[in-house]
């Protein structure tokens, strides 16, 4: 993408001021979106994003810029003016030996390769699906994304290492409309692979479901307000602990103190049924990478053990900050940030209770088969989540269906109060937006239950 005598010149006029580290990223990228609503395509856009970013550190000083012209006498340009923001000692620079990433993500069928047409008709069966489920669907949107992004990392240190990343991901929201009740359903599937991905994909499936949240809601009651047991399906029920108590664990806040979970390692953080882990190796996974973007191979995190905190997510820069080893946890959304310590695929792993008796066990309670959107701040842990699909549980059994829940809390007490996990591990793909950008993660969990949540709802309190 570059060459070798172009990045060996950028790296040493990035270090003309005495910065002691200096590394380019490249990045090359297309993506494609198709949009088909009324049945028909009604959005289609290609585009190509092409970019380097150049960064330096001195000590624990972090200087980023980045540029859309990749001439050697330019990147020189901007590398000298990145680089006087910095003073420091001489440093020398590591020949470049380059690596080859690990393959965690094989791809088969490169979407580009693929007709239009081809799509078009995978789009328009889910559709077709989705609509006759029910005569009370009104209109139905389903979206089809697909990115192909080829990157090259060279640093300082002599690492020189290309990869190429494929996301493909699929999307479909019902809408269902009965006299002036209106409610909407949504799947959102997605994978670090080619086309083979939808090729595969269940679409009656994910279409019939999605029409069926929002059939299902139509019916529901108004949600009662209050303090009580909640049972958390798997799959996209992950939201919580990712936002609440994952982002506390990533080393963009614990280096600077603003996590609830920095200075406790060795420390009981969670109930001795929760093991949380972040594992970039997952293959084909929505948020599974060869290497991160530092050029470091992804890998198996377990965060915290059996209640124990065991780790953080790490960068390089704050690994500087905070005399630890790197996680292969760098990411950024494109050649546009500085990139810091974020998740991948992170998960709640498998317990040894079924979901069955878990329901059975619970004498009163909320049930969230599906979470939606929802808010966290992350220096304190505060969440509020919206369920997009619940239902009351009583004297063990699912009763009716509810709406307007919004599951009320703070992860780190929220950890301890998890009481029971299932063993049926589920993940699901979503965006992650922090500093460095939105980037793909997955969530994930077992069906839980946790003792006690505040449950908001427009129902009276009981």
């Not at 970013?53 to 020189?76: H, P």
């Not at 958390?232 to 080393?251: K, M, P, S, T």
């Not at 603003?258 to 969670?270: D, H, L, M, P, T």
């Not at 239902?391 to 009716?400: A, H, L, P, R, S």
Request: glycine share 10%.
């Amino acid at each position: 993408m570059l060459k070798q005598t172009t990045i060996d010149n950028v790296i040493t006029a990035a270090l003309s001021t005495g910065g002691d580290f200096a590394e380019i990223f490249v990045e090359d990228k297309i993506s494609s979106r198709l949009e088909m609503q009324t049945s028909q395509i009604e959005r289609a856009i290609t585009g190509r994003d092409y970019g380097v970013g150049i960064r330096i550190f001195s000590g624990l000083r972090n200087v980023y810029t980045y540029t859309t012209d990749a001439e050697e006498g330019n990147l020189i340009e901007v590398a000298k003016r990145a680089a006087a923001a910095l003073k420091g000692d001489d440093t020398h620079v590591q020949p470049l030996t380059r690596e080859e990433a690990q393959i965690v993500n094989e791809i088969t069928r490169m979407p580009s390769d693929v007709a239009y047409d081809e799509k078009v008709r995978i789009l328009k069966e889910a559709d077709h699906i989705a609509r006759a489920y029910s005569d009370k669907i009104t209109q139905v949107r389903v979206n089809y994304i697909e990115d192909e992004q080829r990157v090259m990392i060279a640093n300082s240190e002599g690492k020189f290492v290309e990869d190429l990343r494929v996301h493909t991901r699929f999307s479909i929201m019902p809408t269902a409309k009965e006299g002036n009740q209106i409610q909407t359903g949504h799947y959102g599937p997605g994978a670090s692979a080619g086309f083979e991905f939808l090729e595969n994909l269940n679409i009656k499936h994910y279409a019939t479901e999605a029409s069926r949240i929002a059939v299902t809601m139509l019916k529901a009651e108004e949600c009662p307000s209050g303090k009580f047991p909640v049972i958390i399906d798997n799959e996209f029920g992950g939201v919580i602990f990712h936002e609440a108590c994952g982002h506390g664990l990533e080393a963009t806040a614990v280096a600077k103190g603003n996590s609830v979970f920095a200075n406790r390692i060795g420390e009981k953080v969670a109930s001795d049924l929760v093991t949380y882990i972040d594992d970039g190796t997952l293959a084909n996974e929505w948020g599974s990478l060869n290497m991160d973007d530092e050029g470091e191979a992804t890998r198996r995190n377990v965060l915290i053990e059996n209640g124990i905190l065991k780790g953080y997510l790490v960068d390089k820069f704050n690994a500087r900050r905070m005399n630890t080893a790197l996680t292969g946890s760098s990411r950024r959304q494109s050649y546009r940030y500085n990139p810091t310590s974020r998740m991948t695929n992170t998960f709640i792993a498998n317990g040894t209770s079924t979901p069955a008796s878990i329901i059975q066990d619970t004498e009163y309670g909320i049930y969230a088969k599906y979470m939606g959107g929802g808010s966290v701040n992350p220096a304190t842990g505060d969440y509020n989540f919206a369920v997009m699909e619940g239902y009351i549980v009583e004297n063990g059994e699912i009763k009716q269906p509810i709406k307007g829940a919004t599951l009320i809390g703070n992860g780190a007490e929220t950890l301890y109060k998890v009481d029971r996990v299932g063993n049926n591990l589920a993940h699901g793909a979503g965006m992650c937006g922090s500093v460095s950008g939105s980037i793909p993660v997955n969530v994930g969990q077992p069906m839980i239950r946790v003792s006690e949540m505040t449950v908001g709802g427009t129902k009276e309190e009981v």
